[in-house]
């Protein structure tokens, strides 16, 4: 079962093989890595999901229109903060596999990562 979130989430950056985090083969779908950090866990709802394997990463684009600055016409964008640039568009999802404790069972999450971190799907 899949439920769908789009709730803000803190997520901490950190070395794989410091963290114990497993990378599946081929876990980026054509991205090329700006870094060697992977999220490691992630605080949703008040409880601590500690990231047990990165399943897959890649890159998706928004529509300008859903901007999380409320950016509408590219005419508003230019009176407020600029003209935004396609990098602005563009968001990493990251899916990873984690748990919120022993007794809790591993789920699948997508997180986002745009201009804040967000939760967008869970698995079960």
Same mark, same amino acid.
């Given at each position: 079962?899949?439920?769908?979130? =789009?709730?803000?989430?803190e997520v901490r950056l950190g070395d794989p093989?410091?963290?114990r985090v497993h990378? @599946? %083969?081929?876990w980026q779908r054509g991205v090329q890595a700006a870094s060697s950090e992977v999220p490691?866990?992630?605080?949703w709802r008040?409880?601590?999901h500690i990231v047990q394997g990165v399943? %897959?990463? +890649?890159? =998706?684009?928004? /529509? +300008? +229109?859903?901007r999380a600055d409320g950016g509408g /016409? =590219?005419?508003a964008e230019s009176t407020t903060r600029g003209p935004f640039t396609v990098a602005d568009l563009e968001q990493q999802v990251w899916r990873v596999e984690a748990s919120a404790g022993r007794t809790a069972g591993r789920g699948v999450y997508d997180l986002v990562?745009? =201009? @804040? +971190?967000?939760?967008e799907r869970v698995s079960d």
């Open positions: 079962m899949s439920r769908r979130y =789009q709730e803000q989430v093989v410091e963290h990378l @599946e %083969a081929g490691t866990l992630f605080l008040g409880r601590v399943l %897959a990463q +890649w890159t =998706q684009r928004t /529509s +300008w +229109w859903r /016409s =590219q005419e990562r745009g =201009q @804040e +971190w967000l939760l």
